[in-house]
């Protein structure tokens, strides 16, 4: 059974750090384009980062310069490192793993709220 948690997600100032995490288990992990969604209120998801296994990377305009995303294939870990954090960065993040065969599967994400 395919299983995708994310973590790190919470409350940060405009301007500040975090990291999220997302560990999968149930999938072999290191033949997956490994991506990070983000849907704000009354939004549609979108794209915000993806790696492929082999470690290219591809982000959406509005993180360029400010998100990096990483892998861990030995731990089955992604990971999303998001600095210089803005108001509109407000979303619920999403991991997803999508295989060679093009199935999709989804975490159930995990908060981030820039506020001061």
């Known amino acids: 059974q395919v299983q995708l948690v994310e973590s790190g997600g919470g409350l940060v100032q405009p301007g500040g750090s975090l990291r999220l995490s997302c560990a999968a288990s149930g999938i072999f992990f290191s033949i997956h384009t490994m991506g990070w969604y983000r849907q704000a209120p009354g939004k549609e998801r979108e794209l915000v980062a993806t790696?492929?296994?082999?470690?290219?990377?591809n982000y959406a305009d509005s993180v360029k310069g400010r998100f990096t995303t990483s892998r861990d294939n030995a731990k089955n870990l992604v990971y999303l490192q998001m600095n210089s954090l803005k108001p509109e960065d407000t979303a619920v993040y999403y991991c997803?793993?999508?295989?060679?065969?093009?199935?999709?599967?989804w975490g159930k994400g995990t908060l981030v709220t820039v506020s001061s």
């Open positions: 790696i492929t296994r082999d470690g290219n990377t």
């Open positions: 997803n793993a999508n295989s060679p065969f093009g199935r999709d599967s």
